[in-house]
């Protein structure tokens, strides 16, 4: 596993003084700071609101400085460069936190953990995979998204779909009838490149398995294998075939969200917060929109769901770490904060006793597909180290920007990926 260093975190550093990324908040006694990712479409408000009910509850106030997503991948890294972390900051569980910890910037809350009984809250399945990072527990997991492929209804039902496609066979089928009816069967809003990831993965996973896929994200395979090549030779199959909206890399994800809500598109691959962005716009779900898991493709593969976990941590120099342990500890077990967040984000919570009936219809086979799936995997940029998901995102809007350079692509993103895990 890649081993960050005070070198590639003073990058970092160097990388943000020309970005304008968000500087340190300093609290007053008894105060915790916390910063956080969610912004805009992504549950400010509802955030804020959770929070909240922690400070009517404990009387300890909190003082935040959200960081926009994208801007905050490279601000974490930079305050922890500066030994500058707010006491409570969110993070994406797997590679990235795994990176920060090897820096020696969390705080194990092992203590905490056991004093609340989180063993008796967290799904046991999210807990073995998202919270602990050599040997020891660092992130209480806030919620948890599932990438499906979700769709337009009437489009679908007008295009003739009485029941999702399964295998390979009939999606590609589901794609050539729509597109025979002048409706772009894939919305892709990949401008800020993440968007494309769940393409890679699923097909990797779906074609390679999740032993595979694993070994590539941890640097024991190659981006020029055949297993990469045959993945990435169905996806250009599907954008030689025109199945994906035009100009993929000029959109966000929401813009690729709007074009299957309009019926400009039918269908697009996205995690479950999709839902919580629809609802907000007036779709019902099951009536408006529902979505289906990524297709079977080859037999005797594994059937892996993939999706990111959204995690709170405790900075290592934590001014106010009793507050911060307590803030996590309310977050995790108190089930109307879980539920509400959860309905917001169009998330799911780890906490098992949220009771599903909080769901809507969506969420609900959202969750039973994860419960069924045989193996749980974090999407791309959260699976790999930072620096070598730095490389796949860029090979990722490259290729669809010119599907024939695939095999150029590969090759130099093998050469690419294999010094950024020497760093």
Not at 216 to 231: F, I, K, N, R, T
Not at 252 to 269: Q, Y
Not at 308 to 316: H, K, Q
Request: with cysteine; glycine share 8%.
């Amino acid at each position: 596993m890649f081993s960050i260093t005070r070198r590639s975190l003073m990058l970092a550093a160097l990388l943000a003084s020309a970005t304008g990324v968000a500087g340190p908040v300093f609290a007053d006694a008894g105060e915790v700071t916390i910063s956080h990712y969610f912004t805009g479409e992504l549950g400010l408000k509802a955030f804020n609101e959770q929070v909240g009910k922690f400070e009517q509850a404990t009387g300890i106030k909190m003082k935040e400085s959200p960081v926009g997503h994208e801007d905050f991948k490279t601000d974490i890294l930079v305050r922890a460069a500066g030994h500058s972390l707010p006491d409570v900051f969110s993070y994406w569980a797997g590679a990235r936190v795994d990176f920060i910890v090897k820096s020696d910037s969390l705080r194990p809350i092992d203590d905490m953990w056991a004093s609340a009984k989180l063993d008796s809250v967290v799904a046991k399945p999210i807990a073995d995979s998202a919270t602990i990072y050599d040997g020891k527990r660092f992130l209480v997991p806030f919620n948890y998204h599932y990438a499906g492929v979700f769709y337009n209804k009437k489009v679908l039902a007008d295009a003739g779909m009485t029941a999702p496609p399964a295998s390979w066979d009939e999606f590609i089928t589901l794609c050539k009838t729509l597109k025979e009816k002048g409706i772009a069967p894939i919305a892709l809003g990949s401008k800020n490149r993440w968007p494309a990831q769940f393409w890679f993965d699923y097909l990797l996973l779906r074609t390679a398995g999740p032993d595979y896929r694993a070994k590539l994200m941890a640097g024991e395979a190659s981006y020029d294998d055949p297993q990469v090549v045959a993945a990435m030779g169905l996806w250009k199959e599907m954008l030689d075939q025109g199945f994906f909206v035009e100009n993929a890399n000029a959109d966000d994800w929401t813009d690729a969200a709007d074009k299957v809500a309009r019926g400009d598109a039918a269908m697009t691959l996205m995690g479950t917060w999709i839902t919580g962005y629809w609802n907000g716009v007036g779709l019902v779900p099951g009536q408006d929109y529902d979505f289906f898991p990524f297709p079977k493709i080859r037999d005797g593969i594994p059937n892996a769901a993939v999706g990111p976990v959204d995690g709170l941590v405790i900075s290592a120099n934590a001014a106010n770490h009793e507050g911060a342990e307590k803030f996590l500890a309310f977050m995790m077990s108190n089930t109307d904060v879980q539920a509400k967040w959860a309905e917001a984000q169009g998330a799911l919570s780890a906490n098992v006793n949220v009771d599903p009936k909080t769901y809507n219809s969506v969420m609900q086979d959202a969750a039973k597909t994860v419960a069924a799936a045989e193996a749980f995997a974090f999407n791309y940029d959260l699976a790999t180290t930072p620096p070598v998901a730095e490389v796949g995102l860029s090979m990722f809007t490259r290729f669809i920007d010119d599907p024939s350079k695939l095999d150029e692509i590969l090759k130099a993103v093998a050469v690419d990926a294999k010094a950024a895990f020497k760093q």
